[in-house]
């Protein structure tokens, strides 16, 4: 079974944590939520909190399919801040292992140096990180080697669904896609 991590920092946004974490479950995906502390209930951009299932310092690269981070400035910057995290990121990239990132969190694929050439995230955000190889108004979710973006809250269900892709294959991403009535979803 695939497993992916969710890392969630206080300031998250709830939209784009839950829809990847539902979705991913619903494929059928081991989705392992983690706090960056013993705090299990962090608190979102919108004032919503999730319960974490472990801490990321107890996760190691060589257990996991891909870690995919949710945006939110506020959530993103303290991911970026932090050394579990941006070791966890590069341990992923040097293992050639899938990295995710939306909304603003491709700024802290950025810090951590494991962004590539071609990106998306929200509007605006590309000034923090470069606007070389941003590709906003090119698609909702964009792949560059082991690494997957997307814009923000109403792309995370194809966000998801992409990853889905990924790590599942088209026969298991077409029916979780039907099941959600995702035909927005390319």
Known sequence: MSKVLVPLACG??????????????????????????????VKGANGIHVQTDIQVKSVSADTLDMIVLPGGWGGTHILAEDANI?????????????????????????????????YTC???????????????????????ANIMTSRGPATAICFAL??????????VYTSVKNGLLADFCI
């Open 12 to 41: 998250f946004e709830e939209i784009e944590a839950v829809s990847i974490i539902d979705v991913l479950r619903r494929a059928k995906i081991e989705v392992l939520v983690a706090s960056l502390d013993e705090n299990t209930l």
């Open 162 to 171: 992409a990853i889905v892709k990924k790590l599942k294959g088209e026969n």
């Open 86 to 118: 941006i070791s966890l990121l590069q341990e992923m990239d040097a293992k050639e292992k899938y990295i995710g990132a939306i909304c603003a969190a491709p700024f802290a694929l950025h810090k951590a140096g494991v962004l590539k050439q071609n």
């Open 122 to 144: 929200y509007p605006s955000i590309e000034e923090q990180i470069r606007e070389e190889g941003y590709r906003g108004d090119i698609a909702m979710v964009v792949e560059d």
